[in-house]
């Protein structure tokens, strides 16, 4: 039984020494199972990690494309062999290989074990919002995004294909068989940490009814939709994080959907354009934050700021243990 450790599944493609850095900063009770997408060359990351048992890298793998349903079946994929271990672990947390704590593990089991209760993952309902049609692209509108005989997915030339291919595919909405309205749907941060009961609620009505959620195979971000659309319509709905700003802002146009998203962030720092990479300058925003980890972050862009996070979690630690002795 694994009762007090956390797990966490994590996306990653790129940047294996700051993925060796997350889990070095986070290997204290915890598991890791690691998705690397089948474009990236997978010894990059496995060879920095052969002497860690609580590592798995995950051989069910897939290609993974911006905005596409394949980011979801990558999250799938994690949860599902992480649950077929059938270990019990107090928290399913969801992160990228472009994360980073920024409290020390101490802060972070404590944090799980006293919201034991509560799911972190935060949503929106698109079927109610009264500037819905800002969102109708996302929901209502064929695309596609998941090109799997590609696989140099950011190249210009496959940017401009995939923008004229949905340009007009967005010409047609989704027919009534697909955008069914059983159920509503609802948008948040990808990044979720989610006990395990509720995880295989999640996961056994999905597999039950796979044709109820063929929009999210051909809409846009899924990986924002899917895991809220399965919990809101779950008998976990009212045990979602109800602190911090759960409801809609007044989205004025299409760009301001990504500030949406960043404001339903659970458990990160996450920039209100979506895309910003964090660096040294936002360090005194980072570790005034009451949240666990900062999203984006690169050894390339970042290095400074985590080793100024590390001295941070370092400086509490030992004020921690002085205060014991």
């Known amino acids: 039984m694994n009762e007090e450790k956390i797990c966490y599944l994590i996306l990653a493609y790129n940047d294996p020494e700051n993925l060796y850095r997350l889990i070095n900063r986070l290997n204290d009770r915890a598991d890791f199972y690691i998705h690397i997408d089948k474009k990236s060359e997978i010894k990059e990351f496995t060879t920095l990690f052969e002497d860690y048992p609580n590592v798995t890298f995950i ?36 992160l990228s290989g472009s994360d980073y704590p920024i409290k020390d593990t101490k802060e972070i089991h404590r944090f799980f074990e006293q919201n034991k209760d509560t799911e972190f993952i935060r949503g929106i309902n698109l079927d109610e919002l009264e500037n819905k049609e800002l969102f ?36 047609f909405p989704l027919p009534k068989s697909i ?35 063929l929009n999210f195979k051909i809409g846009f971000a899924s990986d924002e939709k899917f895991f809220h659309t ?18 809609p802002i007044a989205v004025k146009d299409r760009t301001e959907t990504s500030m949406q998203t960043s404001l339903l962030a659970n458990i ?9 990479w964090f660096s040294y300058k936002d360090f005194d925003e980072i570790i005034a934050s009451d949240k666990l980890f900062v999203r984006k972050v690169s050894t390339e862009k970042s290095e400074k700021l985590l080793d100024a996070i590390d001295q941070h979690i370092l400086g509490n630690e030992v004020k921690a243990n002085e205060q014991i002795e």
């Open 136 to 171: 109708g692209l996302h929901i209502d509108l064929w695309q596609k995004h998941d090109y799997p005989w590609i696989n140099k997915a950011n190249t210009k030339s496959f940017k401009l294909f995939r923008a004229a291919i949905n340009r007009v595919l967005r010409k």
């Open 230 to 247: 399965l919990f809101f319509n779950s008998s976990y709905a009212s045990r979602n994080q109800v602190n911090g700003p759960d409801q």
């Open 59 to 94: 051989k069910d793998r897939v290609k993974v494309y911006w905005g596409g349903f394949s980011i979801v079946q990558a999250e799938l994929n994690l949860v599902e062999t992480a649950l077929s271990k059938n270990n019990s672990y107090m928290r399913y947390v969801l």
């Open 268 to 276: 990160h720092i996450i920039d209100k354009s979506m895309t910003k």
């Open 179 to 213: 955008r069914h309205h059983k159920f509503d749907l609802y948008h948040g941060s990808q990044w979720w940490a989610l006990t395990e009961n509720c995880l295989r609620e999640l996961l056994d009505t999905y597999h039950s009814n796979e044709r109820d959620y």
